[in-house]
């Protein structure tokens, strides 16, 4: 007996206009996610500069300073016609998005903020989006085999990866606490195009938003020998993104070159 697909626009892989690349968007929470995070995106007023592959894996790394930039990210795939994967600290996908204590002490930040839960209706929508975004759970201290075998699959099967460049929300005026992450999956796949977009005025309450995608790179091209430690990646990274940010906002903090 042949098993009967519950939804019809699997037929396709496509839904208002956007090309589901893996299954895990195909419930009624993600696609519910694209038509509305167009129709916010217009009411944010975002503006991009700038755009994504239409096929073809690419990585994705933005800077993350408000709890919209994941919907931010979530436009932009859709500007390009298609879904987008996105890294998630494993402590976020729960019930009320509340910080791990152990991120907020690392990032300087004081512990007891960890108990705290944002308003209702913010929890809510940006638990939606989260979730819609099909995330990749990863735990910060050991990612373990079975997150580089997910990487691997998104990769292979030729979809986007989103990775943020700080592991919690930042000042936007500060790359200092830059995660490494980035940088080792470009080095992972060198050959991988990577966007690299900066996000500004994205703490303004729910006013304009203004994003800048660069010219992608690949490890390959950016260190033919492949020797750029990860370290060395992370830090062009960073310096593409303070280059947008140093036109809106003056004293960016980078991090310390050793």
């Known amino acids: 007996m042949v098993e009967r697909r519950r939804y019809t626009y699997t037929k396709s892989r496509r839904f208002h206009g956007v090309r589901l690349e893996d299954k895990g968007f195909r419930n009624p929470v993600a696609l519910a996610a694209i038509p509305l995070a167009e129709a916010v995106s217009r009411v944010w007023g975002i503006e991009v500069e700038g ?4 096929d073809g894996p690419a990585l994705l790394v933005l800077n993350h300073s408000y709890w ?4 931010v990210a979530e436009n932009l795939g ?4 298609r879904t987008i994967r996105a890294l998630a600290r494993d ?4 019930p009320y998005l509340k910080e791990e204590t152990g991120v907020l002490e690392r990032t300087g930040k004081d512990a007891s903020e960890a108990d705290k839960k944002p308003g209702i209706g913010r929890m809510v929508f940006a638990k939606a989006f989260v979730l819609a975004g099909n995330p990749v759970p990863v735990h910060r201290g050991n990612p373990g085999p079975e997150f580089l075998k997910k990487v691997n699959e ?3 099967s030729g979809q986007i990866l989103t990775v943020f460049l700080q592991e919690t929300r930042t000042p936007q005026d500060d790359l200092s606490n830059a995660m490494p992450g980035a940088g080792s ?3 992972k796949f060198p050959d991988v195009p990577v966007y690299v977009a900066t996000i500004t005025n994205s703490q303004i309450g729910l006013g304009k938003l203004s994003v800048k995608i660069e010219e992608p790179f690949t490890y390959s091209s950016l260190s033919p020998d492949r020797k750029m430690k990860t370290r060395d990646v992370t830090a062009h990274i960073v310096e593409l993104m303070a280059t947008q940010l140093r036109k809106t906002i003056s004293n960016v903090k980078v991090p310390a070159r050793e």
Do not use: C
Request: hydrophobic share 45%.
């Open 78 to 81: 859709i500007r390009a016609g």
């Open 154 to 156: 998104i990769i292979g």
């Open 68 to 71: 919209r930039d994941g919907v």
């Open 185 to 187: 999956l470009a080095r």
């Open 51 to 54: 755009s994504l592959p239409k």
């Open 91 to 94: 402590t976020l996908i729960n």
